[in-house]
């Protein structure tokens, strides 16, 4: 049975050249080939002997999740529908911007977290994805966009907000994050890599030990009895004790602010009152304030709010002294904007259970 070695970091790769009776460098040229350059044929890594391109064909193999689907929007966004076995697909976006392109990668296929106004928590949840299925998506996107052995790189940023909550695949989410910055692989700088929570606090101090990125919290509500309707994790990890671990993990993130994602709900969450709570809420949090139009979905009750209620909001937020901005919605039209993530999904019987304790795998 041949090794994926797609999902292997360095270390792990030193150990797997060892085992062919190879020098640890072989490690570093296997990253830049894999990864630098998208290369998934042995025999185009021209820097190593024919013998041992000829025994990596035979152990190994280089391979991320089949294209299911792959879409453009009318804006330039693009989709792709992956297949991850057993029934389950996860979706990847690319969005692309004048000075940057960002891809928005999935963790997990479906997400337990359930929040009530989310295409992906309404698809309930199967498990967590592997390192391979992670980076994959990375890997895949840049040879879909025409990335060759020499070409400039079309993502330069990627957010960890795709399918399902990333600190719930904590070990699996870090370890690709890692190969993301490591310099003779994608070699992103922690600012340019971001991870969006739902508000798991445990991973949150865990992730700043570990891997420090950015960070964004989908906060959504100015107090805890709205969060804990919109956001269920919220009954187990309040307000209080989330603001106060994001400022534990500004002390060792690589900006100095955190982003809060606030999606705009008609009549739910967006009057000026709430604004008000919530420019109290954060004032002790170095924060930006990202205010997301809701994306609607087949079968949700919310509605987005309107250009007015939006623009006041911020106005609101702005009037306090924060740094407040709406999102620009894009890939709506191939439901790809935010929110709107849904993939395909068995086996849903295992969404009841916490995300604390899924397995990585």
């Not at 930006?288 to 087949?298: A, D, E, G, S, Y």
Request: net charge positive; hydrophobic share 40%; glycine share 8%.
């Amino acid at each position: 049975m041949t090794v994926n070695l797609i999902g292997l970091d360095q270390e792990a790769l030193r150990g797997f050249c060892a085992g062919l009776g190879e020098k640890p460098y072989r490690a570093r040229q296997l990253l830049r080939w894999i990864h630098h350059a998208g290369v998934d044929d042995f025999s185009a890594m021209t820097d190593m002997s024919r013998v041992l391109r000829e025994r990596l064909a035979q152990s190994a193999s280089i391979g991320a999740p089949r294209v299911l689907h792959d879409t453009t929007a009318a804006d330039g966004t693009r989709k792709w529908l992956l297949d991850v076995g057993t029934g389950n697909a996860i979706e990847t976006v690319f969005i692309p911007e004048t000075n940057r392109g960002t891809l928005c990668i999935s963790s997990q296929a479906g997400c337990a977290l359930e929040c009530s106004f989310c295409s992906t928590g309404k698809q309930g949840f199967n498990r967590n994805l592997t390192v391979e299925e992670i980076i994959g998506q990375l890997w895949l996107a840049n040879r879909s966009l025409g990335r060759g052995v020499t070409e400039e790189r079309p993502i330069s940023n990627v957010v960890m907000m795709g399918m399902g909550e990333p600190l719930a695949n904590f070990e699996n989410v870090v370890a690709a994050m890692r190969l993301m910055l490591d310099d003779s692989a994608y070699g992103l700088s922690r600012r340019r890599v971001t991870l969006s929570t739902a508000g798991l606090v445990p991973g949150i101090d865990r992730l700043g030990d570990a891997c420090p990125v950015a960070l964004a919290v989908s906060l959504h509500a100015p107090n805890d009895a709205l969060r804990d309707e919109l956001v269920p994790i919220n009954r187990k990890y309040p307000i209080r004790e989330l603001l106060a671990a994001c400022l534990r993990y500004l002390s060792k993130a690589p900006r100095d602010f955190v982003t809060f994602e606030y999606v705009m709900l008609e009549g739910v969450n967006d009057s000026a009152d709430q604004a008000r709570e919530l420019a109290a809420l954060v004032r002790e949090v170095p924060c930006k304030i990202n205010l997301i139009p809701f994306n609607p979905f087949p079968g949700v009750g919310y509605r987005r709010s309107g250009p007015e209620a939006i623009a006041r909001f911020r106005d609101v937020l702005m009037q306090a002294g924060l740094v407040a901005t709406v999102r620009k919605t894009r890939g709506d039209d191939i439901a790809a904007a935010c929110g709107q993530l849904a993939g395909r999904v068995q086996d849903r019987t295992r969404r009841t259970r916490s995300p604390q304790q899924e397995p990585s795998r």
